[in-house]
């Protein structure tokens, strides 16, 4: 058997990996990884990926809100770009590609183009946006909103959990709250913009393919929801007991089976109870809901279900529920032409005639599962998931390449990916880019 010859996008993804890992080790906790917007660990990993960004062969700046940027200029100075991005800041307790991956991927195609000798007929440009999760200040999307102009001024007193106010953590990172639109960019900047982001779905593994096309991103509604009754002695009688947790715990529970009846996502993942002692009753609970569905409007009678519902609960036992809305983005269709070259990037990297298992033969085997066969077309699938995408999309047109990761596992520090797909990625991203080159201008 003859030793397998690494190829060019080999030796990529075992890059992209490897930085990857490194930026994990820039995290706010000892024992995982989370990364907040304006956190230390923020500024470091934009400063090491203005260092890849340079290397491959672009101008990089920070922009005013924060989000590392850069650019490849055209054939010729001051065209149009075509904008690649994700994020670089996680969840608590993340795993290291969501967000990550993308933008890594982005400097691969963009360090291609640059030493191709091949310029675009468009400049590219990358966003590694500074906030796409909102763990620290609870809003989403607040680096790509700046960029697509839709940043609030309410957003200002947003605090995180240590009390510091989004204005303060602005000044704190060196930044200027009153230069925040300078971030913002004009639509006739920009022909589109492209991400690439692990699916955090299971449909490609159980499909047998590396790559997907994304149709559209749910939309999502996320509340703070408060049920006060009153705190007392864990011996007080039933009668007279008004336990906020118990009105929650079966709130909670409520808003699953609404959810399941209804086709919904529905995820409460934060909670707090006071005063929280063994030997009190809970007197208040603090929780969020995290509301998504692919149309916005079933989203939407599903929260008038769900508030109905709590409400009748808390009623009952002389509960006081209090619901604050903290987030809402809509449900976004990814552009038919970015669609239509990101398919055609995905179809550039399938076999034409080989079977579907000798598509990389130096792999040796493979260490990705069956591919798809080779006259199949490209998967298209929806994203539950949020991305910055959805922010984008209210000045571009967007589209979407989804990459397999192992179990559908993310927001967890199982998530994984395979150093082949990765590189299956990169090869599509830039081909997707040159598909677009070649129709240009007309975009
Ligand atoms: C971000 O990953 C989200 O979907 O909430
Ligand atoms: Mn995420
Ligand atoms: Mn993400």
New binding site residues.
């Given amino acids: 058997m003859t030793a397998a010859v690494p190829t060019v996008s080999d030796a990529e993804a075992a890059v992209i990996l490897a930085r990857c890992d490194e930026l994990a080790r820039h995290s706010s906790l000892t024992d995982g990884i989370e990364r907040t917007y304006l956190s230390a660990e923020h500024a470091a990993v934009n400063y090491r990926v203005a260092g890849w960004m340079t290397a491959a062969g672009l101008t990089t700046w920070q922009d005013a809100a924060g989000n590392q940027c850069a650019r490849l200029s055209g054939s010729t100075r001051g065209l149009p770009a075509l904008m690649l991005g994700s994020h670089l800041d996680t969840?608590r307790a993340a795993g290291r590609y969501?967000g990550i991956l993308g933008v890594l991927v982005a400097i691969a195609v963009a360090g291609r183009i640059a030493a191709s000798g091949r310029p675009l007929p468009f400049a590219l440009e990358i966003a590694a946006f500074g906030d796409?999760?909102g763990t620290r200040f609870g809003t989403?999307l607040l680096g790509s909103r700046a960029v697509a102009g839709t940043w609030l001024e309410s957003w200002w007193d947003l605090r995180d959990a240590g009390g510091v106010s989004l204005r303060e953590a602005f000044l704190a990172f060196g930044l200027d709250p009153a230069k925040v639109g300078d971030a913002a960019r004009a639509p006739q900047e920009l022909l589109g913009y492209l991400e690439a982001h692990i699916e955090?779905g299971p449909v490609l593994e159980e499909e047998g393919r590396a790559l997907g096309v994304v149709t559209g991103i749910a939309g999502?509604r996320r509340f703070l929801l408060t049920v006060t009754g009153s705190a007392g002695h864990s011996g007080t009688p039933w009668p007279r007991r008004r336990d906020a947790l118990a009105g929650a715990a079966e709130g909670i529970t409520t808003i699953e089976r609404i959810a399941r009846a209804e086709g919904l996502t529905a995820t409460v993942g934060h909670l707090r109870v006071f005063p929280d002692a063994v030997n009190v009753i809970p007197g208040k609970v603090e929780f969020s809901l995290?509301l998504r569905a692919p149309d916005d409007a079933d989203r939407d009678r599903g929260w008038t279900l769900i508030e109905s519902a709590l409400t009748d609960i808390c009623g009952t036992r002389g509960l006081d529920l209090a619901s604050t809305q903290v987030h809402e983005a809509a449900a976004v269709a990814c552009s038919p032409r970015l669609r239509a070259a990101i398919a055609t990037g995905i179809r550039s990297t399938e076999p034409t005639t080989a079977p579907a298992d000798a598509a990389r033969p130096d792999e040796g085997g493979s260490d990705s599962g069956p591919e798809a066969p080779a006259d199949d077309a490209p998967r298209e699938l929806p994203s539950i998931?949020?991305?910055d995408a959805m922010a984008i999309a209210a000045i571009t047109d967007v589209g979407m390449l989804f990459v397999r990761c192992a179990g559908g596992i993310s927001?967890h520090p199982d998530e994984s990916v395979t150093a082949a797909d990765v590189a299956l990625a990169v090869d599509a991203l830039e081909a997707a880019v040159r598909a677009l080159a070649a129709d240009y201008p007309a975009l």
């Fill in positions: 969840v969501d796409e999760e989403t955090q999502a995290d998931a949020g991305h927001h």
